[in-house]
Each structure stands twice: as structure tokens, then as C-alpha cells.
């Protein structure tokens, strides 16, 4: 705080570092700089008490100086005395340009009131402009020949005048008052910003108190100074008048009336001196009440931390008290224990976090930027749950025409079973393993999330429409019985697999009809494979995946039928070389 540069004796606010001024400017500085830190209403009002004191005390200051400057002039020199009379000289030439000027002006115009001749006004006005620059140019020269410092007061003076004008024009507006202004501090945060400030600021107006009283003790010893010179020269100019009464008959009026001019000057100058250290005693009362006005806001936001303090300590205490009931409410042994600490840590971690953002919530308070925090609290959310919320939006996908149910035969990402559960979010399946296998539950309940109808892919075996391709393998012995055992078997699974194959086809058709697409066949198909201990007859045929465990084992009875000893052995020509023919495809 030593280092503000309204601490400095003589420094002018807005001046480079260093630079010194004639009057002390210090009391206006300080209470110009402290009004910016008023708050309340009560504040704002010491504030402005004191900025009038300083401004009185201020202009007082530029009275006194000006005063000493006039009674403290020295004898001139020979050069000063050259350049007063070139002033002397200057002033007169100016009076004279002034006149010219008015004479111009006056015979520039005619009796309408027209303007005839410009010229001479012109001449006029840059002689006098001239001869102006001169004049203040021997007025400077002359003010330093003679150590004459009232033209550098003057313009301190102007500047200072200046100043003011322009900080009455930026004047801040009322406040509120103390208790008002204190509530507005609703946070924790912004009530130890508050108490820092003001511990600041109280620190600053006992600083400026300080300054004031060190102003006015200062005051007091010139005032003492100057009455004593004053009280010197009155007793000198009495024993001098009462010793050398010829002498004093023989003084001139010229010199009794400024020894007369003399003493009202100093006394002029006590008086001025006197006002000055009963305004810095004001000033300072002001800064002592606008200190205690402080303390008083200081003791109020001290209330509120404490408040603020006891709702955390109160908030710390229900988190507490929480978590002790939900774990003295799940010792219980008929709850399964697993369930019990999953349940248990879910509820904990629920409860702290309520307590954390209410604790938040206390020292930093609502947050202001609420469409930003939202909007980016939104995006975090959203990429944190893109899996949930693509669940959510896969189970109206699911809900729909071509979705599943409960108990259709699906497969879901390459998993194969039946569906268990349809949830908003997940889905069961009851695996039943690959379609190659006998389609018998392994035991094992997938859980998928529903995402899958959106971004995976899933079979729907159950539905209208839905039809697999299924193949069984019967291994038979080379003989002359063969090609009329794999005619046989041919036609049982032809009449096994009819009816769904036409029914399938006629699906098909429609599918085909209405999107375009290429024909496809139903028809069952028997291929042979040479093997180790005879011939593979592969039959592929299509069926409902509902019934294809019944279907399979149909087919696997027609098989066994058409191998036992006793069956037609024989086979007519045609059909022999239309299962050759159905062999070489």
C-alpha cells in the first residue's frame, strides 16, 4: 500500500513516476481512490463527505500557494527587469492588435450587414495571435528569470479544475444499503470475496486516516511558523517605530501601506492554514466512520461465512447419518448379499453425490451461464450414454412390424436362441447354439443391449415370412442298391417338404412382385459325396425354424424307412438317371 501513487508527497495522479507538483494534491487523490471501493449506501455517503472535505482542502492549498508566491517575490535582476519591460511592452502591442481587430471588423461590413472586405480582418487576427505567442512566451521567460512560480501553480490549478469536472461527470450512482448489499452475497465464495475486500479496504481508509492526521499535524507546525514570524515582525516594526520616531515620520506611505499589505497577507495565510487543519481533522473523522462502517459490514459477512459454513457441516452430517440407516437397513439375512452390496454402494454413492452438489451448490453457488452449461453438460451425456440412448430409440425399432417377441427363434449378433425377456433397454435370449446343432437350450441366458436393431444386425426366425434352409446327412454303402436308395429317400423328403416349399415360394413371389427381386426356388435338393466308407447324400430343404427340429426328425424317420431291408429295390429308368443327373449337379 506504500507504493500507491497517491501515498506520495506532491504526486499527481496520472503524471509519470517521480514527477513532483507544487501543491500537494494527496488529500483529493486518496479519497478519489477510495470512493471507487464504496459498496453500501452508507459507504457512498462517507465517500462523497470526504471528497468534498479533500476538494476544499485542495483549493485551499492553491490559495496558500498562491499567496506565498506573491509575498515571497525576490528583488529582480537586471535581466528580469529587461524582461518585464518586454512584457510591459508585449501587453500594450496586444491592446493595440486588439483594437485593429475590432476597427477591421467593424469597417468590414456595410450598413445591410454584408461583409465587403475579409483581408484586413484576417492581417488583424493573425498579428494578434503573433503577437499573443510572444507575450506568453516573455511571460514564461520571465516567470523563471525571476523565480516567480504562480503561472506553473495556475496550471496545476486549471488541471486540477479539469480533473474534477470530469469525475463529477462520471459520478457513480447510490448504493444500497449495508444489510441489503451484504445479502447479496448468497455464496460461500463470493462472502470471502466480500470479506477479503473489505479487509482490504479497511486496511486503506486507516492508512488514509493516518495520512490525514499526519497532514494536519504538519499544518499545525506551519501555521505555528508562520505566526511566529508573524508575531516577529510586528514586534520588530513596533520597537522600530517607538526607538526612531524622527526617522519614522520621514518613512514614506509607499512603505507603511505594504508592511500593512505584508501582515494581512500573513494573516490571510494563518487564516488559511487554520481552515486547512480543521478540514484535515474532519477528513480524518470521515475516514474513522468510514472505517467503523466497515467493521460493522466485516461483522455481517463474518455472520454469513459462518452460516455458510454450518449448512456444509450440516449437509456432512445428513450424508453421514444417511449412509449409517441404508446399511443398518440392509443387514438383513433373508436379502441375498450380493444384491445387498451392489444395492448398497449404489444408494451410497447417491447419497454423496446429493451431499457434493448441495455442498457446491453452497460455496459457488446456481450456475450463470445455464444454456452453456446445459448445452455442454448434454453433449457429455451424450456421448457418455449413446449406448443407452440408441437402446432406448432400438426398442421402438423392436416394438415395430419387423420386430421380435417374446419366444421367437432369433440370432442376435451370431448368438442363436429363443426370446426370453424384452426390456426398454435389453434383451434376453435363451441360447440354444448353432442352427448346424440340434437346437437344444445350452443353458445359458445373452443379454444384449438394444442397440443392435440400430447399429447390428439380428434374425427373426418366428415371423411370417421367415424361412431356414436346413440340411441332414445320411452316409450309405456302395452296391447296386444305391442309386434306388437315394431315389427313395429324394422322394420322401419331396413329399415330406411340399407343403411348406409351395409355401415359401408363394412368399417369395410376392416379395419378388413387389421389390423387383430375382426368382428363387423352394425345392429341396439331394447331392452326393464320395466318402471313406461309401456315399454322403447331403438333402438341403426349407423349412419354418419353429418346426425345424420336427421336421429334421420326420425326415431322419422317412431315411431309416427307405434303408430297411425289404423296400422297393428296383427303379425305373428315368428315375435312376434323374437322380444321376441330380448327382452330377
Not at 130 to 148: I, W
Not at 184 to 191: I, K, P, Q
Request: glycine letters at 6%.
Amino acid at each position: 500500500m506504500n507504493n500507491l501513487s497517491f501515498l506520495q508527497r506532491g504526486s499527481i495522479s496520472g503524471t509519470p513516476s517521480g514527477q513532483q507538483t507544487l501543491v500537494d494534491l494527496r488529500p483529493w487523490q486518496t479519497a478519489q481512490a477510495l470512493a471507487a471501493l464504496a459498496v453500501s449506501t452508507e459507504e457512498k455517503e462517507h465517500a462523497r463527505e470526504a471528497e468534498r472535505l479533500a476538494d476544499h482542502e485542495v483549493d485551499q492549498a492553491f490559495a496558500a500557494a498562491l499567496r506565498q508566491a506573491d509575498t515571497s517575490s525576490q528583488p529582480l535582476t537586471a535581466a528580469a527587469m529587461a524582461l518585464k519591460q518586454k512584457v510591459v511592452d508585449l501587453q500594450q502591442t496586444v491592446k493595440s492588435d486588439q483594437a485593429l481587430l475590432q476597427q477591421a471588423t467593424a469597417a468590414s461590413h456595410t450598413a445591410n450587414g454584408t461583409s465587403t472586405n475579409s483581408d484586413d480582418v484576417d492581417i488583424a487576427k493573425a498579428q494578434l495571435g503573433l503577437d499573443s505567442d510572444q507575450l506568453n512566451d516573455a511571460e514564461q521567460d520571465l516567470a523563471r528569470a525571476s523565480g516567480d512560480r504562480r503561472t506553473a501553480i495556475q496550471q496545476e490549478l486549471a488541471a486540477h479544475e479539469a480533473t474534477m469536472k470530469k469525475y463529477d461527470s462520471q459520478a457513480s450512482q447510490p448504493g444500497e444499503m449495508a444489510v441489503v448489499s451484504s445479502k447479496r452475497y448468497g455464496t460461500l465464495a463470493h462472502r470471502l470475496e466480500a470479506w477479503s475486500a473489505q479487509r482490504s479496504r479497511y486496511q486503506l481508509l486507516q492508512l488514509a486516516k493516518q495520512q490525514a492526521e499526519s497532514d494536519s499535524a504538519a499544518l499545525m507546525a506551519e501555521h505555528h511558523a508562520l505566526e511566529l514570524q508573524a508575531n516577529a515582525g510586528a514586534s520588530a516594526g513596533n520597537n522600530a517605530s517607538g526607538t526612531g520616531g524622527q526617522s519614522s515620520q520621514n518613512d514614506s506611505a509607499t512603505s507603511v501601506l505594504a508592511k500593512i499589505k505584508q501582515k494581512a497577507d500573513q494573516h490571510q495565510l494563518l487564516s488559511i492554514y487554520n481552515d486547512r487543519f480543521q478540514t484535515q481533522q474532519q477528513l480524518a473523522s470521515v475516514y474513522a466512520n468510514w472505517s467503523a462502517q466497515v467493521l460493522v459490514q466485516h461483522r455481517i459477512v463474518l455472520h454469513l461465512i459462518l452460516q455458510s459454513l454450518a449448512m456444509i457441516a450440516f449437509t456432512l452430517i445428513l450424508v453421514t447419518l444417511c449412509d449409517l440407516m441404508i446399511r443398518h437397513l440392509l443387514e438383513r439375512p433373508t436379502l441375498d448379499r450380493r444384491r445387498t452390496q451392489t444395492l448398497q454402494k449404489i444408494l451410497e454413492l447417491s447419497v454423496q453425490l446429493v451431499g457434493v452438489i448441495v455442498i457446491l451448490l453452497i460455496v459457488f453457488g446456481t450456475p450463470q451461464q445455464m444454456p452453456t452449461i446445459l448445452g455442454l453438460a448434454t453433449a457429455g451425456i451424450t456421448v457418455v450414454m449413446q449406448d443407452f440412448i440408441l437402446a432406448f430409440f432400438g426398442w421402438f425399432v423392436l416394438m415395430g412390424k419387423n420386430g421380435i417377441r417374446i419366444g421367437d427363434i432369433v440370432e442376435i449378433n451370431g448368438v442363436d436362441g429363443e426370446v426370453s425377456e424384452i426390456g426398454l433397454f435389453r434383451t434376453s435370449v435363451m441360447e440354444t447354439g448353432n442352427w448346424t446343432d440340434k437346437g437344444h437350450p445350452t443353458g445359458r441366458r445373452v443379454t444384449f443391449i438394444n442397440k443392435y436393431a440400430i447399429s447390428g444386425q439380428y434374425f427373426n426366425f418366428s415371423t411370417a415370412g421367415q424361412w431356414m434352409w436346413d440340411e441332414i446327412t445320411v452316409s450309405i454303402p456302395t452296391s447296386t442298391e444305391t442309386y434306388p436308395t437315394i431315389e427313395r429317400i429324394h422322394k420322401a423328403v419331396l413329399e415330406a417338404t411340399e407343403a411348406d416349399a409351395k409355401q415359401a415360394e408363394q412368399e417369395w413371389k410376392r416379395n419378388i412382385k413387389q421389390h423387383g427381386l430375382s426368382q428363387y426356388s423352394a425345392a429341396p435338393a439331394v447331392n452326393l459325396r464320395p466318402s471313406g466308407s461309401g456315399i454322403d447324400v447331403l438333402v438341403r430343404y426349407v423349412t419354418r425354424a419353429s418346426d425345424r427340429v420336427e421336421m429334421r426328425n420326420r425326415l431322419y424317420q422317412c431315411v431309416l424307412d427307405a434303408l430297411q431291408p425289404g423296400s422297393e429295390t428296383a427303379a425305373p429308368a428315368a428315375t435312376v438317371g434323374e437322380a444321376k443327373a441330380a448327382n452330377a449337379h
